[in-house]
């Protein structure tokens, strides 16, 4: 009965409790760093499929650090996803000319990403020949866990739409031994990225996972990653999409309300607009996300025309909480909510429900629900609000990511 935050949060304790956590500290809400982290990164080089790479796609988390390196040193083209997405889906890892061991040693750090690199858009032609990434636990059956905002497994799905990798493109994961744990096949979903290698400090694991990859970006799904969110905040993924509408493909979002959903929207008429100004050049940061009314909200699932929202009260939130901790429980807790309104710096969050009888639901599914070591207090709002009155933070949850922290 064990959640994918369950996972997370047990593991990140014995990492912590063990004395195996390396820096950064603590390793809860982030890929955790281990005590022998080098080395089982070095292991690597002992693999056919390294060797055979010619362009390798890295993560930028800290256990990783010795495959950069290893990439780097055996001369092979790095590539590294920028932090979030925000300004491109890939960094290129380009050293100074003749640059000795210990510049790359410094390429293979954060630091060394932000230094060395160019980036690399969608007209790129990346033909990534090796995937590695990071998990906070894998199955010995390569099924993963990452830390939960679903970064990884966007990724993987942009570089299936983009033609950057193919089905039999090994994907490799770095981790310590005791994350190496049973996970139960049902906390899996169709946007889960998979492993066919898992490298420890003791151990070189082939999984032969049977369990099919990502095939693209799923659109529809409502449970796959926080799309209505993410697209305001990833110039590149809507440039992406357009490009997807363009061939033909469905790249409509769930809708909790389809019936009433209207091809014509703003978001609709300005997605080719949006996309021809998202290039690698034009990508420079994220967009901001600000507060509006819950009916100007293009992009956020249609409230339903009776106007009898009911909404829900999360109070009692720790100030170390992210909003993608709460998105992920509600996700995993089938009680994904119309809107969400977060509002941390009070402690507290609003959700809105269809009617009272769903909301009603999503209490009894939320009782005892604990977030950072605290029991949330959750009930119906003693104020009911109209849904013209209720300002919201644009934080739709339609299709909820698996959140993480910064990388």
Request: charged content about 25%; aromatic content about 6%.
């Amino acid at each position: 009965g064990a959640s994918k935050q369950d996972v997370r949060e047990k593991g990140g304790d014995y990492l912590e409790a063990s004395g195996l956590a390396a820096f950064p500290r603590p390793v809860h809400r982030r890929i955790p760093n281990f005590q022998g982290s080098h080395q089982a990164c070095c292991s690597i080089k002992e693999l056919d499929v390294f060797n055979r790479a010619r362009e390798i796609k890295v993560d930028p988390d800290k256990p990783l650090e010795g495959v950069r390196l290893a990439a780097l040193q055996a001369r092979k083209t790095l590539l590294v996803p920028t932090p979030r997405l925000r300004t491109g889906l890939f960094n290129r890892i380009v050293p100074p000319s003749g640059a000795t061991k210990e510049i790359l040693r410094i390429c293979a750090t954060s630091q060394g990403i932000k230094e060395y690199s160019v980036p690399v858009g969608l007209d790129g032609k990346a033909r990534v020949d090796l995937v590695v990434v990071g998990s906070v636990a894998v199955s010995e059956k390569g099924w993963r866990i990452g830390k939960g905002e679903g970064y990884a497994d966007m990724e993987y799905a942009m570089m299936v739409s983009m033609g950057a990798v193919q089905e039999d493109t090994p994907v490799i994961t770095i981790v310590h031994d005791c994350q190496v744990v049973d996970i139960a096949e049902e906390l899996l979903g169709d946007h889960d990225l998979t492993v066919d290698y898992i490298l420890t400090p003791t151990r070189t694991i082939k999984t032969n996972c049977k369990r099919p990859k990502p095939q693209g970006i799923i659109w529809h799904k409502a449970s796959y990653l926080c799309y209505y969110e993410m697209l305001e905040k990833i110039p590149i993924l809507k440039s992406l999409r357009y490009r997807e509408q363009q061939t033909g493909k469905d790249v409509a979002l769930q809708d909790e309300h389809s019936d009433l959903a209207n091809a014509t929207t703003p978001a609709a008429l300005n997605e080719k607009a949006m996309a021809e100004n998202t290039g690698p050049q034009a990508a420079t940061g994220s967009a901001q996300t600000g507060q509006h009314y819950a009916g100007s909200d293009s992009l956020s699932p249609r409230l339903g025309g009776s106007g009898m929202i009911t909404t829900v009260y999360v109070g009692n939130i720790l100030p170390s909480v992210k909003v993608s901790e709460l998105k992920c429980a509600l996700r995993e807790f089938r009680a994904t909510p119309l809107r969400l309104n977060w509002q941390g710096a009070q402690h507290r969050a609003f959700l809105d429900y269809k009617d009272k009888a769903t909301a009603e639901s999503a209490v009894s599914s939320l009782k005892g629900l604990s977030l950072g070591g605290n029991t949330l207090r959750v009930e119906l709002a003693k104020n009911q609000r109209n849904k013209r009155q209720a300002w919201i933070k644009n934080l739709p949850l339609g299709s909820c990511v698996e959140p993480h922290g910064a990388r």
